[in-house]
């Protein structure tokens, strides 16, 4: 019996299963940016630990915002790093790369919207999401704040994924039993297994992941579009 759900927002809400790392790699090879995937995600993973260190993002900052700063923050990690070289038009190419992926977001988002307004209908959601103080601000932006009863964020509660402890916030917020509430997240070793070990039952969003995995025991259920939540959930989980 499912009583609530509990719902990751980046890669599952925002790009339909397919991993951050894996949109903005589109945008570079897309534009044409001369470095190597293994340069990217080497500036890919640093951007996203200093980001997360650093209040360089503003609870106000909208989801553009957090695209620049992320761009930003990778680019100059490879002209820092010589994969690019010091003439690289930071700017234009800030610009194009943001654009290009808050353009698919935009477009992912309106089909989210639809799934979480139904499920909203049957089911308290709660999000539970490593964001960097402004998710209050994204969920507005994209006019889905409404559909949940509750944010937890990790820049706000002091906890990150993959620490169960941010998933027992959770199912703390929707007060019913861990067993009886659903997690969602696109992220099999920072959703699933922590959600699993919180006692949660699961629903793994596997769409293009950056990291291959092969054990998917702890997923009660496997998905390839966030839509399909809603002829699951009409039957037994």
């Given amino acids: 019996m499912i009583r609530g759900i509990l719902i990751d927002y980046g890669g599952t809400i925002d790009t339909d299963g397919k991993h951050w790392a894996e949109v903005l790699w589109a945008a570079y090879c897309d534009i044409g940016i001369p470095v190597e995937k293994s340069a990217f995600l080497e500036a890919y993973k640093y951007g996203e630990r200093y980001l997360a260190l650093h209040p360089v993002i503003n609870p106000g900052d909208d989801f553009f915002d957090v695209?620049?700063?992320k761009?930003?923050?990778q680019l100059f990690f490879l002209v820092e790093n010589e994969y690019l070289p010091d003439n690289f038009d930071f700017p234009e190419y800030i610009e194009r790369i943001t654009t290009m992926c808050y353009?698919?977001?935009q477009k992912n988002m309106k089909?989210?919207?639809t799934v979480l307004e139904k499920?909203?209908?049957t089911y308290p959601l709660v999000?539970?999401?490593n964001f960097y103080g402004n998710i209050r601000t994204v969920l507005k932006e994209f006019d889905i704040a409404q559909y949940f009863s509750d944010v937890i964020e990790?820049?706000?509660?002091g906890v990150r994924k993959p620490d169960p402890a941010i998933f027992a916030l959770g199912v703390q917020s929707?007060?019913?039993d861990a067993d009886q509430i659903l997690a969602v997240g696109d992220s099999y070793s920072k959703d699933i297994i922590p959600a699993w070990k919180a006692g949660c039952q699961t629903v793994w969003l596997r769409g293009k992941d950056w990291e291959e995995t092969q054990n998917t025991g702890k997923a009660g259920l496997i998905i390839e579009h966030f839509e399909e939540l809603l002829t699951h959930l009409t039957k037994p989980v």
């Fill in 67 to 69: 695209l620049v700063a």
């Fill in 71 to 73: 761009t930003s923050t």
């Fill in 103 to 105: 353009e698919q977001v």
């Fill in 111 to 113: 089909k989210s919207a």
């Fill in 119 to 121: 499920l909203s209908q």
């Fill in 127 to 129: 999000l539970v999401s």
């Fill in 154 to 157: 990790s820049a706000v509660v």
């Fill in 174 to 176: 929707l007060g019913f």
